[in-house]
């Protein structure tokens, strides 16, 4: 069985529909797509969305817990990055790099060192953590 997404406009599989009982055919009339696209846009919208997310994620230690395991993982996975990370941290400690303000609005709070080249640890875009944010989520949606 299929059925065309109403936002998008592509007819799809029916699997490819969020279960919905009180739909006719038990299915939402947006793709999981769809869906989770407008989750994520609500979210980095909405202030009380993520100072929620951020109250519950200080208020229940499981989830700081698996925050960990997470990163753990990711590092063991992802050598060259964690180290990259690493030696830049230790630059910025010793004072051997300094901090500098975002390259898009200029500000000097929450500075983040961007590698464009993990190969090259010292070598970073300086951007603010909004700023980094949003350079990942556009490279994420406009990857193949």
Same mark, same amino acid.
């Given at each position: ?12 599989d029916i699997g490819s529909f969020y ?26 919208? &909405?202030?009380?969305?993520? !100072?929620?997310? *951020?109250? %519950? #994620?200080?208020?229940?230690? @499981?989830? +700081? ?9 990711? &590092?063991?996975?992802?050598? !060259?990055?964690? *180290?990259? %990370? #690493?030696?830049?941290?230790? @630059?910025? +400690? ?51």
């Amino acid at each position: 069985m299929e059925k065309k997404c109403f936002k998008c406009g592509v007819v799809k599989d029916i699997g490819s529909f969020y279960k919905h009982k009180q739909m006719k055919d038990g299915h939402l009339n947006k793709c999981i797509d769809c869906a989770k696209t407008d989750v994520r846009q609500h979210r980095r919208e &909405n202030e009380s969305v993520r !100072e929620y997310d *951020r109250r %519950r #994620y200080r208020e229940n230690p @499981a989830r +700081r817990e698996a925050s960990a395991a997470n990163t753990k993982k990711y &590092n063991a996975e992802n050598p !060259e990055r964690y *180290r990259a %990370r #690493y030696l830049l941290t230790n @630059a910025v +400690r010793d004072k051997r790099v300094t901090k500098e303000p975002c390259e898009v609005c200029g500000v000097t709070k929450y500075i983040h060192g961007h590698h464009d080249d993990y190969s090259k640890p010292l070598e970073v875009r300086w951007l603010c953590a909004k700023h980094h944010h949003r350079y990942h989520a556009k490279e994420r949606y406009e990857a193949p």
